[in-house]
């Protein structure tokens, strides 16, 4: 995971596309440069399909927001292999896709120390079992009709595996437009934007 690098000059150039997982051998010198290359892997598929290009770059961009450049992410190098590899597979259905990534995105940001408490409401402590999430407070219960609130009780079985690490549990197809908006909407709120591959990966569907 890179957060940004320059345009190499060299013949090598070619070996190092997206989604490649490579060994480098740095030639120093005034200016270094890329001496060699070792692909350790290739998510290739990734080339043809862009429902998957646009996936599998909204958890690499996921990654570098939430992470200052610097910062050890083993685990979440290791979550974005796995994500990437289940991305790569043809015979993966594009609803599956999404809740892969979706899932690999709320698991990001609980690693990355957003965690939420699904037993009491966040604005007044009452014990809940129908959630809204209010944009700029978090997870709340039924008590506070507030306009713009998203229904995320058929979600919250999802988030708490996410937070947890546990494995993942389908989406119902009805609330998987709920999990989009508020996935959006939480990062626009921690980071300052939205995830603009998710913006393409929709954009996209919106005009086929």
């Known amino acids: 995971m890179v957060r940004s690098a320059a345009k190499s000059s060299s013949k090598l150039a070619g070996h190092m596309e997206p989604f490649q997982r490579v060994r480098l051998m740095i030639g120093r010198g005034n200016f270094d440069h890329v001496a060699g290359v070792d692909i350790l892997q290739s998510w290739s598929y990734f080339r043809y399909d862009l429902d998957s290009f646009f996936l599998a770059s909204a958890v690499a961009e996921a990654i570098l927001l939430l992470n200052p450049p610097g910062t050890k992410i083993t685990i ?16 993966l259905s594009t609803p599956k896709k999404e809740q892969t990534v979706y899932y690999a995105l709320w698991r990001l940001l609980s690693l990355a120390g957003w965690k939420f ?5 966040q604005l007044c402590g009452t014990v809940s079992t129908d959630w809204w999430y209010l944009s700029g407070k978090g997870f709340v219960c039924n008590k506070h009709p507030e306009p713009n609130l998203l229904d995320c009780t058929a979600l919250v079985e999802f988030f708490r595996q996410a937070q947890s690490g546990q494995p993942q549990l389908a989406v119902a197809d009805q609330s998987a437009d709920t999990l989009r908006q508020v996935t959006q909407v939480f990062f626009q709120e921690i980071t300052g934007r939205q995830l603009r591959s998710l913006e393409g990966y929709y954009q996209l569907h919106n005009h086929v």
């Open 117 to 121: 408490d699904f037993s009491h409401c």
């Open 76 to 91: 979440e190098y290791k979550l974005a292999c796995e994500v990437l590899d289940q991305l790569n597979r043809v015979e």
